[in-house]
T-cell receptor
Framework: AQSVTQPDIHITVSEGASLELRCNYS??????LFWYVQSPGQGLQLLLK??????LVQGIKGFEAEFKRSQSSFNLRKPSVHWSDAAEYFC???????????FGTGTRLKVLA | DGGITQSPKYLFRKEGQNVTLSCEQNLNHDAMYWYRQDPGQGLRLIYY???????QKGDIAEGYSVSREKKESFPLTVTSAQKNPTAFYLC?????????????FGQGTRLTVV
């Protein structure tokens, strides 16, 4: 069965430090991968997506992610974190044919001033 | 403005009562989804619909029901059979046709059953 694993439940970084959030997926075919961000009590906003082509994708708010097929990973990175980046981040995969979106359990980011 | 509207934002119900959550989209999307969000569990798929008058169960459909009579509407009913209904509910949609793309989300409804 398809699944998405985000191994880090909470991450704390200092403002200005670099960030990497991990995401591993389990899916037999070509994956369609996404990163979303959620502020408390709000819906989800798309940060970036990968469908094919260049394995390094750029998103909004200075985020990027790298698709590594050999590791079944799609990690999210940001070189310098801002206090406003504090939120919950979700990795997701879309299954071809059924158009189902499967989400990981999320990583809550805390930013220290 | 195009988007997905969920109403109400907050909903309180007594135990044993059925309650219906509204989800409307004006994006002309074919597919619509309902997710439940609980702390530490991410988003879990309740039901999804790829086309009008058709829908499929997701991973946690027990105690829930849906209908898709119109393309723009996908209401979710939380029935009294749902053992732990208090949660944050998110509705989403995607174009489906024309290739794969991201899902677009509403702002959610927080349901509290007392």
């Amino acid at each position: 069965a398809q699944s998405v694993t985000q191994p880090d439940i909470h991450i704390t970084v200092s403002e200005g430090a670099s960030l990497e959030l991990r995401c591993n997926y389990s899916y037999g075919a070509t994956p369609y991968l996404f990163w979303y961000v959620q502020s408390p009590g709000q819906g989800l906003q798309l940060l970036l997506k990968y469908f094919s082509g260049d394995t390094l994708v750029q998103g909004i708010k200075g985020f990027e992610a790298e698709f590594k097929r050999s590791q079944s990973s799609f990690n999210l990175r940001k070189p310098s974190v801002h206090w406003s980046d504090a939120a919950e981040y979700f990795c997701a995969v879309c299954t071809s044919g059924t158009y189902k979106y499967i989400f990981g359990t999320g990583t809550r980011l805390k930013v220290l001033a | 403005d195009g988007g997905i509207t969920q109403s109400p934002k907050y909903l309180f119900r007594k135990e044993g009562q059925n309650v219906t959550l509204s989800c409307e989209q004006n994006l002309n999307h074919d597919a619509m989804y309902w997710y439940r969000q609980d702390p530490g569990q991410g988003l879990r798929l309740i039901y999804y619909s790829q086309i009008v008058n058709d829908f499929q169960k997701g991973d946690i459909a027990e105690g829930y029901s849906v209908s898709r009579e119109k393309k723009e509407s996908f209401p979710l009913t939380v029935t009294s059979a749902q053992k732990n209904p208090t949660a944050f509910y998110l509705c989403a949609s995607s174009p489906r046709s024309g290739g794969y793309t991201e899902a677009f989300f509403g702002q959610g409804t927080r349901l509290t059953v007392v």
